[in-house]
């Protein structure tokens, strides 16, 4: 008996787990600016779909970039913003591609590299598939 309803409680949390992505554009445009304004990498990976890989791409900032899943991607923002202490990100522009379901976020972030303050300019795409949003890539411009 207790096992079934092990089994039963581990199946309800299954599709959580399953449909990590965004359900809209603005929990995609909220998570995004919490997660890149305060340092939150589970803010950002709530938008990536199991099994995907993500293009992150940070210049100058970290060595890694590249495609990567979930759980390496959390671990990749984790390192980042430890190393460079996001205090803000804000929306500069939004484009909706339809003929490519995607939306184009280009944002100014604000950071401290080596304890001075810079500005960056971070480019996300997102990916929309039977209505929910994932993140498909992350880029941020060089130095």
């Known amino acids: 008996m207790r096992l079934s309803t092990k089994m039963a409680l581990l199946l309800l949390f299954v599709p959580l787990v ?3 992505q965004y359900r809209d554009l603005d929990v995609a445009l909220s998570n995004l600016t919490r ?48 190393k460079v202490h996001p205090s803000a990100f804000e929306q500069q522009n939004a484009k909706k591609v339809s003929a490519e379901a995607q ?9 401290q590299n080596a304890g001075k303050p810079e500005t960056r300019e971070l480019y996300i795409t997102l ?16 130095k």
Do not use: C
């Open 18 to 20: 399953a449909s990590a």
């Open 35 to 82: 997660g890149f304004g305060s340092g939150d990498p589970q803010a950002i990976v709530a938008g990536m779909a199991v099994g995907d890989q993500v293009m992150l791409q940070f210049p100058g900032l970290i060595e890694q970039n590249g495609f990567f899943g979930r759980d390496q991607a959390a671990y990749l923002l984790d390192g980042l913003f430890g």
């Open 103 to 111: 939306y184009h976020i280009t944002g100014t972030w604000t950071i």
């Open 127 to 142: 990916h929309s598939k039977d209505g929910l949003w994932s993140v498909v890539s992350i880029r941020s411009a060089g």
